[in-house]
């Protein structure tokens, strides 16, 4: 059993998101060692009613994924406990600020029923609430990898936003969910607890008190992971809070967040599209070490089509509200969402990160995107004659390509940029393209085997997705 102390003169900050506001510093901030406690784990809470039944007796966002056919359960339980709120100096460790904030929340589980389907890693999602409720990004890139290579995957409700607003979980479900509380009895008005609420989850896995929500698993890696603003909130995390309390084995940042510790001794794994080196990554790069891997994925959005196809029919059935559309329909300038596949690069790093945490095998570096100014926004990169971005990762999409792939687009209307922007580009070829890139179908489907191959050797792909693309290429139309 691993004991997390840190004696007080280590700690140095309140865990908050950017906008919120600092508690004032106690006069007499706790004193000696400090430790992650186990939260109270109550459940698995009974799902009374099939998801989308009017009731909304079920876990919001229940996936519609066919779990039993990869021997899998879902299950949700309430984890109730006290946390701490930190300070959260830029780039710095924090300091305690004060404890004792009662919370309850919930977690979302998805795992093996059967040891034996187990490898030994729990991927745990900090819920994206941009969108006002929970959102489970990561989940709905790797599904599938994490379910045939036997992860478990838990979400964790950890911000206020995603509980308490007016699309959060109380509202949606005051039955359901009614006793939930990250604010302390409305003491805590910003995300504070939020920090020591998501350690706290790693805790439930690894030393369960009540119900274990991994029954019959034995967790030996467990990694922290988040997309764009989870990704924020993890950097900061990351830098800050983690460091005086470390219950995580590795912490992957998708999409998002500034700068990481050089110092930290946590392994920690960041990747970007296109779009989100464009829009500010490609200023804020570091060099790899031994603690640190960064990637950078050619043609990847920020919002691509593969999650959206995935999540959208939940996100409509639980929040009624649709995500950009993908394709021509989109109000964009250009189709909507890259197709790129940046599922197959989170795949890969998710076995790289536990393949560096069991046997400290630390992944292979990646060329970075060719970026000429940083300056202006988006950052200036070269691209080729078909417009396709230059460096960085290049899958099959983007290395034989049968369509124009990008992390940018533009919005027909300005209130639509942001959006249009984050979902990229995809612009079939016309059919003359088509023949002069690949004269015959044989000679497209070679030039798809050897880069995806080379993929595979370099380490960015797993073989299953390798597999997947060269059967795709061979049932395409082309030329």
């Not at 060719?370 to 300056?375: G, I, K, L, Y």
């Not at 230059?390 to 209307?413: S, Y």
Request: net charge neutral.
């Amino acid at each position: 059993m691993r004991v997390f102390l840190v004696t007080a003169a280590l700690l140095a900050g309140l865990v908050t998101g950017p906008a919120a506001a600092t508690p004032a510093a106690p006069a007499s901030p706790p004193a000696g060692p400090v430790a992650v406690p186990s939260p109270v784990v109550t459940g698995p809470i009974p799902a009374k009613a099939p998801p989308g039944d009017p009731s909304r007796d079920y876990p919001f966002f229940a996936t519609d994924q066919n779990l039993r056919a990869y021997g899998y359960v879902e299950e949700e339980y309430f984890v109730d406990g006290t946390a701490n709120r930190y300070t959260t100096p830029d780039g710095a460790t924090g300091t305690v600020v004060d404890g004792g904030h009662g919370y309850r929340t919930r977690i979302v589980v998805r795992r093996p029923i059967s040891p034996k389907k187990f490898n030994g890693t729990a991927v745990v999602e900090w819920y994206n609430v941009t969108n006002t409720f929970d959102y489970e990004v990561v989940w709905s890139r790797s599904f599938r990898h994490l379910l045939e290579a036997g992860y478990v995957w838990v979400g964790v409700s950890a911000q206020g936003t995603g509980v308490h607003s007016p699309r959060g979980l109380k509202a949606w479900s005051p039955g359901r969910y009614g006793s939930l509380d990250l604010t302390d009895g409305g003491t805590v008005t910003d995300d504070a607890l939020s920090y020591d609420v998501f350690s706290q989850a790693a805790q439930a896995l690894r030393h369960p008190r009540g119900a274990n929500p991994v029954p019959g698993l034995d967790v030996r890696t467990v990694i922290a992971t988040g997309q764009s603003q989870s990704a924020s909130r993890l950097t900061t995390y990351a830098n800050s809070v983690h460091p005086i309390a470390p219950v995580y084995d590795a912490i992957a940042i998708v999409d998002g967040g500034g700068p990481v510790r050089t110092d930290l001794t946590t392994k920690v794994f960041k990747t970007a599209g296109e779009y989100d080196v464009l829009a500010g990554q490609a200023a804020r790069r570091q060099p790899d070490t031994g603690r640190f891997v960064y990637w950078e994925i050619a043609g990847a959005s920020h919002s691509d089509r593969h999650a959206y196809l995935v999540n959208n029919p939940i996100r409509l059935r639980d929040a009624g509200v649709s995500g950009l559309p993908a394709g021509p329909t989109a109000p964009c300038v250009a189709p909507a969402r890259s197709n790129v596949p940046y599922e197959y690069v989170l795949d890969a790093m998710f076995d790289h990160i536990a393949g560096w945490v069991a046997r400290g095998t630390r992944p292979p570096a990646a060329p970075r995107i060719e970026v000429t100014d940083t300056s202006t926004r988006p950052a200036t990169a070269n691209r080729d004659d078909y417009q396709i971005i230059k460096g960085g990762i290049r899958l099959a999409a983007v290395a034989a390509p049968t369509e124009r792939n990008t992390g940018w687009n533009t919005g027909l209307t300005p209130d639509r940029d942001s959006a249009c922007a984050q979902g990229g580009t995809w612009i079939p070829f016309d059919g003359t393209t088509l023949r002069e890139l690949y004269p015959t179908h044989a000679q497209y489907v070679r030039a798809v085997r050897q880069v995806t191959n080379q993929n595979v050797r370099d380490g960015f792909l797993v073989q299953a997705d390798a597999d997947a693309t060269i059967r795709a290429a061979e049932r395409a139309d082309v030329p």
